[in-house]
């Protein structure tokens, strides 16, 4: 039936025959879609898609709220053989402008309540059509697929052929659409799941959204070849996700999602009995963090280290030690090296930038064939652009972005360096460490910093406690104290923010 396309045939297969199993619980209304009713959307939605004219390696572009039918309508992409791409929902119109014109999709879906505002740059970007689509399942998409002859055979695809787009955040330059293929999504959710233990027992409490990577790619993909099912949270609150873990196995969140769970006096080892297992990512976990989560919970988080061009690189084990400040061990089958900007090798126990080669590393950046060639070197490593450090054991972990990197008076200044000093300060939430110009020395490091509330921490004492520990090209000359570090939707920090508030 799916046989002939790569990724939906290995999405559909561990469900076959358990077509009355439940894929999906709403959090919100208690609503139980079954793996059957599921799959006879998703042939809808790929039948609607069929028939406006959408034909293989046509895009199809989405900016809808969380829900089954939307998640119904990526597979029902897939399932027609054409390029899913899912936009923030935060965008406003002048970005998504950018993107529609850029990927030129056949098919823009929106919530209906902005389509007033989103239909006319989906047409000045040349859109053929403009559908809607709303968190309850309700728009003309949805019409769309009532109506329409279902797609029961799928689009031939095979492994090479583009199954994504995903833009990156865009925070050094004009956002790139990374092309993710078949092969890349297929063999990342299969090793995800095996190293994962996930099985069609595991329940996973969803809160992330689901136009990156972690809430897409790894947590819907990874469940479906599993066989498993999601408890669907539309976002993430803390009192309503700690309810479910009774009836829950994991969670996969960022930190921030760890934070604000640890607030909550529920939180016990009694109301985790049933959980096995925490996955953190998108976003460094300090820490302390770490600590007050093990104390409470008796779990230790699982880190893991993926990005936009790449899925998932690396994973601490499920079974084994998890290291707590690192993103654990390359993937099989996935190969990570340290090298310096012409590729030669780090020494050993050096920061290096991070390279990555495998099944899991996308085609390039859509029509930036430039851009793609800058970053892909000519035997098929990837730069990600990110920092790390190895150690004996061979576990990653991640120092920064090479665009983070502070160099003053020519040395090189590693942000995680300070950051870490300082997160261990009595008082300190958390810091980020980032350059701002300097007349004499090129640059010179600032730092913001959130404290706990009720501390009476200055920006003199915290250059006081870490000035031992840090050669005085090191030391930050500005010290800012703010209510909360900026970021993404992802948790990300933000650091082009702060250096753009604070350069001056």
């Known amino acids: 039936m799916y046989s002939a396309n790569c990724l939906a045939s290995a999405l559909r297969a561990a469900s076959l025959g358990r077509d009355d199993a439940p894929f999906a619980t709403d959090a919100s209304t208690g609503q139980i879609t079954t793996y059957s009713a599921l799959w006879t959307q998703v042939e809808a939605m790929a039948g609607a898609l069929v028939a406006l004219g959408v034909a293989p390696g046509d895009r199809v572009a989405m900016q809808v709220e969380k829900s089954i039918p939307g998640l119904a309508c990526y597979l029902g992409t897939v399932l027609a053989g054409a390029i899913h791409l899912p936009l923030n929902t935060g965008y406003p119109a002048a970005e998504v402008s950018y993107f529609l014109t850029d990927a030129a999709p056949r098919v823009f879906i929106c919530d209906p309540a902005k389509l007033d505002t989103m239909s006319p740059v989906a047409l000045d970007a040349g859109v053929s059509h403009v559908l809607t689509l709303d968190a309850d399942g309700a728009g003309t998409l949805s019409d769309a697929a009532a109506t329409a002859t279902p797609l029961t055979q799928a689009v031939a695809r095979g492994a090479d052929d583009l199954a994504a787009f995903l833009y990156t955040s865009g925070t050094t330059g004009r956002s790139k659409g990374a092309m993710l293929t078949h092969g890349n999504l297929t063999s990342n959710a299969d090793t995800l799941r095996d190293l994962w233990q996930f099985t069609d027992t595991d329940v996973l409490i969803h809160a992330l959204p689901v136009f990156h990577t972690h809430g897409l790619f790894v947590a819907i993909n990874v469940t479906l070849m599993a066989g498993g099912a999601i408890i669907l949270h539309r976002s993430f609150d803390a009192a309503a996700v700690l ?262």
């Open 243 to 504: 309810a479910d873990f009774p009836r829950a196995t994991s969670l996969m969140g960022v930190p921030t999602f760890y934070t604000r769970l640890l607030d909550q006096p529920g939180l016990t080892k009694d109301a985790c009995a049933g959980m096995r297992l925490f996955v953190s990512g998108s976003a460094p976990m300090l820490l302390d963090t770490h600590l007050k989560w093990q104390d409470r919970t008796g779990h230790t988080v699982l880190e893991r280290y993926g990005m936009t061009e790449t899925c998932m690189n690396t994973s601490n084990p499920y079974d084994g030690q998890r290291k707590p400040g690192t993103v654990g061990l390359p993937l099989p089958g996935v190969e990570l090296r340290l090298a310096e900007a012409d590729g030669s090798p780090t020494p050993k126990g050096a920061p290096g930038g991070i390279e990555v080669r495998g099944p899991n590393l996308f085609k390039g950046y859509w029509q930036m064939p430039e851009k793609t060639a800058a970053d892909m070197r000519a035997d098929g490593w990837f730069i990600t652009g990110d920092i790390g450090q190895i150690d004996d054991d061979g576990y990653v972990s991640i120092v920064g972005r090479s665009k983070d990197l502070i160099i003053s008076g020519g040395y090189n200044i590693y942000p995680k360096e300070i950051e870490a000093l300082i997160d261990d300060i009595d008082g300190v939430v958390e810091s980020a460490a980032f350059g701002v110009p300097d007349a004499d020395f090129g640059e010179s490091v600032a730092v913001a910093i959130v404290l706990e509330r009720g501390a009476t921490l200055t920006p003199d004492a915290i250059k006081q406690a870490i000035a031992p520990q840090l050669a005085r090209y090191k030391h930050p000359r500005q010290v800012h104290i703010l209510d909360a570090l900026p970021r993404n939707t992802m948790g990300k920090v933000q650091k082009n923010q702060l250096r753009d508030t604070f350069a001056a």
